[in-house]
């Protein structure tokens, strides 16, 4: 089974702070993780994905996260929040299951809110 | 332009009434699958396809189906539909390969209300 945990509903920031969205996931294999972005009334965009190759991560945007393995966590950082990061965030699990099934796991979603 | 795309965009409907929600890539992806985004609870899997003629249900697949008789075309089809899937439904694909280690594209999604 896996499961994903987005710790906070709501992410409030300020302009040029840096940003913060927690994940932690549960997984009985070895896991690919990735980050998505949705704007609103879009779909969702690939920010970046993690596939054993590194643990640190780098995607578009500026956006970056950190696969730690002993913490299970997988957290979503960007140096300097701008306002065209104020969006949803969803960060998803995904393992091939027996017989090369895939079903990823979203998890709730975090908001983020950067103020000016 | 690579793009995975979905009609209607909007639609308001009747509890009982067959529809038909239209997903078509244009990527040659192999993998696709339907998902629906309720406030709260992210995004959850109705059904996918692995590939043409193979298909197979996800976390939430009552009162849906769906077909893949064409590789570029997956739609869903709700033969009678009821209030409680009143929701946002999204189309993804992903490339041939090794489906844990490939992004999804999605559709701009569906939006439906079932009165």
């Known amino acids: 089974a896996q499961s994903v945990t987005q710790l906070d509903s709501h992410v409030s920031v300020s302009e040029g702070t840096p940003v913060l969205l927690r994940c932690n996931y549960s997984?009985?294999?070895?896991?690919?993780l990735f980050w998505y972005v949705q704007h609103p009334n879009k779909g969702l965009q690939l920010l970046l994905k993690?596939?054993?190759?590194?643990?640190l991560v780098k995607g578009i945007n500026g956006f970056e996260a950190e696969f730690k393995k002993s913490e299970t966590s997988f957290h979503l950082t960007k140096p300097s929040a701008h306002m065209s990061d104020a969006a949803e965030y969803f960060c998803?699990?995904?393992?091939?299951?027996?017989?090369?099934?895939?079903?990823?796991?979203f998890g709730r979603g975090t908001s983020l809110i950067v103020h000016p | 332009e690579a793009q995975v795309t979905q009609n209607p965009r909007y639609l308001i409907t009747v509890t009982g009434k067959k529809l038909t929600v239209t997903c078509s890539q244009n990527?040659?992806?192999?993998?696709m699958s339907w998902y629906r985004q309720d406030p709260g609870l992210g995004l959850r899997q109705i059904y996918y396809?692995?590939?043409?003629?193979?298909?197979d249900k996800g976390d939430v697949p009552e009162g849906y189906k769906v077909s893949r008789k064409e590789k570029r075309n997956f739609p869903l089809i709700l033969e009678s539909p009821s209030p409680n899937q009143t929701s946002l439904y999204f189309c993804?694909?992903?490339?041939?390969?090794?489906?844990?280690?490939?992004?999804?594209?999605f559709g701009p999604g569906t939006r439906l209300t079932v009165t």
């Open positions: 998803v699990v995904s393992v091939v299951r027996s017989g090369g099934s895939y079903i990823p796991t």
């Open positions: 993690y596939t054993s190759a590194a643990t």
């Open positions: 997984s009985s294999y070895s896991p690919s």
């Open positions: 993804a694909s992903s490339p041939p390969g090794q489906w844990t280690i490939y992004e999804q594209y």
């Open positions: 990527m040659n992806h192999e993998y």
């Open positions: 396809s692995m590939n043409v003629e193979v298909t």
